[in-house]
């Protein structure tokens, strides 16, 4: 594990630096893989959604916060737009998501402090208690085992803190014009991330999950997105650079493994498409869950 801090103004200089063994033996496969146009595709979720998703996240100035999964800094940048004054870290698997992370917040945030740790979720380097508020965005998806992440996410978070949890539900989709190729092709998506030991219809799951860990005073509540034609930002945005950009991106997973043909799967895509022109529609709900360590 190489832990690193580094301001945004200096992101490839570190202030401070550890070295110790890295473990991965906990992390799954990211099914929506690496590549520059997945970092495209988060960013653009991310400053798509920011009103939805961080709508009612707020912290106090000096709250110690820990962003579990920052990825490419995606949502750390509105994290720390709409919280100054916190002391943020961030932590993540993929040593070359950190890096991402640390340019993007040096671009849009200079000067803001962020502590940067490459990290394994399940073995995270923090004493007990070590944080005020634990926000976590779009990981659990990604897990095979969500109640132990969520257990070591609770050892390092204060009694009387917070965690945020927000995760998509991809059986919440449906749109117009309907299509049965369209339905696969995203099922094909639910499948892959199924094989790969998460689970991309764990929205539904989160008030369980957190009572099952023991959190407390658990709330979920339904962040929904409605693409027509008359919120063309989010058609845009959200049906055409997010939801069927992150379906259309496993294609080749999908024929390797037998899911579909070419055709089949090309028409999907196609029809996707069809809802975020004119006459079309897509919707789709995020759930958000706010939790406390007792």
């Given at each position: ?45 991310a ?18 916060v ?47 402090q ?118 063309p ?20 997973e ?23 022109e ?17």
């Amino acid at each position: 594990m190489t832990t690193t801090t580094t301001s945004a103004t200096s992101a490839t200089s570190a202030t401070s630096a550890t070295s110790t063994d890295y473990a991965t033996d906990c992390a799954t496969g990211y099914v929506h893989g690496y590549s520059e146009a997945e970092a495209r595709r988060l960013g653009d979720q991310a400053n798509t959604l920011v009103e939805l998703l961080h709508a009612g996240t707020a912290y106090p100035p000096g709250s110690r916060v820990l962003e579990v999964g920052c990825g490419v800094g995606a949502q750390t940048v509105h994290l720390l737009a709409a919280n100054p004054g916190v002391h943020l870290t961030a932590v993540d698997v993929s040593a070359d998501s950190l890096a991402q992370a640390r340019a993007r917040v040096s671009a849009l945030a200079p000067g803001v402090q962020v502590d940067w740790h490459h990290s394994d979720l399940h073995r995270l380097p923090f004493v007990d208690g070590s944080f005020d508020h634990l926000f976590v965005c779009f990981v659990l998806e990604h897990l095979a085992d969500p109640p132990a992440a969520l257990a070591a996410l609770r050892r390092v978070l204060k009694p009387g803190g917070t965690i945020t949890v927000v995760e998509g539900d991809h059986g919440s989709a449906f749109f117009h014009p309907e299509s049965a190729a369209a339905r696969a092709a995203v099922d094909h998506l639910v499948r892959l991330q199924t094989l790969a030991g998460g689970d991309s219809l764990i929205g539904r799951r989160l008030h369980p999950l957190l009572t099952e860990a023991g959190f407390r005073d658990v709330a979920v509540r339904p962040r929904t997105v409605s693409a027509d034609g008359s919120r063309p930002e989010l058609v845009e945005g959200f049906t055409r650079r997010t939801f069927v950009a992150m379906v259309e991106s496993v294609r080749a997973e999908a024929l390797a493994a037998g899911l579909t043909t070419a055709e089949a799967f090309d028409r999907g895509i196609a029809d996707l498409h069809r809802t975020a022109e004119e006459g079309g529609t897509f919707h789709y709900t995020f759930f958000k869950a706010l939790a406390v360590r007792p």
